[in-house]
């Protein structure tokens, strides 16, 4: 472990929507990391409104909360619950930052280094996988329309290009998870 490594403080799991993200996260939640998902903003907004969570209304939703606040809008939202996070916990881990516009805004305010991870899979195997989820399943088509959506619309492919680090995940995911413990491991994250 090198000392600049064992200086990060929070860690944003960054990819594309089947990569592997959340499971990330929840396993590091499990490990008693504070997680907080920049999804889970725009999830709270769409039933704040009484709407239906489905991908559609989330569209809708985070695209309008990035007119109103800007690109960098989950982290501006959530930014106030990081920092507290911080004052309690040694580190902390942001599910799903989306934007470069979101990466500039927490690597000047966040209070703390920020370290940038990956989690990449093929298209092939993350659409397989986003018809399959239990949760707001996507059908191939709508996987595909997300993607450029998210690329296009959402400045997501700076924080992935630029990432620290890169996991592949094309295998069973406790495989994806010990790759995941041995990266942190080796980079001094774990407690």
Known sequence: MTAAASQYRALALVGMPGAGKTICAEH???RGFFTLRFGGVVVDEVQRRGWEVNPSNERIVREELRRQHGMAAMAAISLPALQEALTMRER???DG????SE????SSELGAPLLLLAIVASRRLRYQRLTQRPVRPLTAAE??????REIEILEKGGPIAIADHTLLNDDAPADLLRRLDALLE???FLP
């Open 28 to 30: 590091l939640a499990r």
């Open 92 to 94: 902390i881990i942001i």
């Open 97 to 100: 930052l989306y934007s470069f």
């Open 103 to 106: 990466y500039k805004l927490l």
């Open 143 to 148: 996987a595909r329309e997300r993607d450029f």
């Open 186 to 188: 080796d980079l001094g």
